[in-house]
């Protein structure tokens, strides 16, 4: 039996699903206000001068501080139900079933948020990995529980969670710079739909 790994935002979707979720999820005022506020990091952003973790975490935080948990978890369920379904590729939900269909374990390991994710593959029947919101007392801190689900995380989670020896083979899907690690532990990888030689990561 093997073990098959992927990831999900551009592996398993057609692109991003956090902010989206985020525009869904956060009150419109402060969408507006906490958009402005933080205009300058998302476009040093999309030119490769600021790391998404550092992103993520400050639309986290001006985003969601404060909001109650339930209220969040209610939205990520309906985002799960209605929205995701609309964007999953068909290439990626057929190398899942093939996996099953082999007998392998599939899990996904992502930097999404839990309160969507969770939701989606719980429906899946299928394991997650994934970066969580953290809270207290009912209401969201603005802050992850733990390190975001990405980067040498990955495959610290995996490992944290999966005997690796049980396996024979280690297959992993990824899309972005993120993901190297992940791929990295895998025997066969996959990036953006190809398979990648031994050292191509």
């Not at 975001?148 to 990955?154: A, P, S, T, Y």
Request: hydrophobic share 40%.
């Amino acid at each position: 039996m093997d073990l098959a790994l992927f990831d999900f935002d551009g592996t398993i979707t057609t692109g991003e699903t956090f902010p989206a979720f985020i525009r869904s999820a956060v009150p419109p005022e402060r969408l507006r206000w906490g958009g402005a506020l933080l205009a300058p990091m998302v476009a040093g952003y999309r030119l490769g001068l600021v790391p998404g973790t550092t992103v993520r975490a400050a639309i986290v935080r001006v985003g969601l501080t404060g909001l109650p948990l339930a209220e969040l978890q209610a939205r990520g369920e309906a985002f799960a139900r209605d929205v995701l379904p609309c964007g999953l590729r068909a290439d990626a939900m057929q190398r899942i079933e093939w996996h099953r269909n082999r007998g392998d374990t599939v899990a996904v390991v992502s930097g999404a948020l839990d309160v969507y994710l969770q939701p989606w593959c719980d429906a899946h029947g299928l394991p997650l990995l994934c970066s969580t919101l953290q809270h207290r007392d009912g209401r969201l801190t603005g802050r992850f529980e733990g390190a975001q689900c990405v980067l040498g995380e990955k495959a610290r989670r995996v490992r944290h969670a999966f005997d690796l020896s049980r396996f024979e083979r280690i297959h992993a899907y990824g899309d972005t710079p993120e993901d190297r690690a992940l791929l990295a532990m895998a025997h066969e990888r996959w990036y953006r739909g190809h398979r990648q030689a031994p050292d191509a990561t």
